[in-house]
């Protein structure tokens, strides 16, 4: 069955956030213009603009889907299982997952974030805080005792995301510590400290 317009329209939108994933990612937002993301999706200027209003259009969607995409990590591990240990270890298999697929819109989500403007990026930093705030549930479903001690419930989540959001700069998916092999690991250390020995 032949695509219709919108689906077409979807293609190109998606395929030029790719693009530009890329090149933000190589060369950083700033450094990027519109003129050579649009040269590098094989685009005039003008047809770009029939997709995207700008570039900052295709920076807050890009980040945008990648953060819908760790929130579906996110939903999906919770719903995986009601052993607490067992959820946080599909959470840290599905994140690494995203991370691993799509490396550059992370890559672009770090480094390139206050580029938006104000209210798109209020809008990003809103649900990174509320996946910061779930990951923090987890833990304290871990260690109940983090829902009596509060004051501890964020800094366990952010070094749990320490852990996880710089994989990029250093870890192949494609090394010698496959992506499974890499989360267990990870929850492994996080969970039960370095000097517990592990398989």
Known sequence: MA???????????????ETAARLFAERSFARTSIAELAR????????????FTSKEDVL????????????????GARAASDDPE??????????????????????????DLDCLPPPQRAEIVAAERELVELVAD???????????DRRLRKPYAM??????????????????VPPAEFARRACDTFLHGFLTPTA
């Open 86 to 111: 067992s959820r946080f270890r599909a959470f840290v298999s599905a994140s690494l997952s995203v991370y691993t697929a799509v490396p550059e819109k992370h890559v672009v989500l770090m480094h």
């Open 138 to 148: 987890m833990l304290a479903a871990l260690r109940p005792e983090l829902d009596t």
């Open 60 to 75: 807050y969607r890009m980040l945008r889907a990648h953060m819908r995409d760790l929130r579906t990590a996110l939903a």
């Open 3 to 17: 695509k219709t317009r919108a689906e077409r329209h979807e293609d190109q939108q998606q395929r030029i956030i």
């Open 159 to 176: 070094m749990f995301y320490g852990l996880l959001n710089w994989t990029y700069i250093w870890y192949d998916p494609d090394g010698p």
């Open 40 to 51: 590098a999706c094989g685009f005039s200027k003008p047809l770009l603009y029939h997709y």
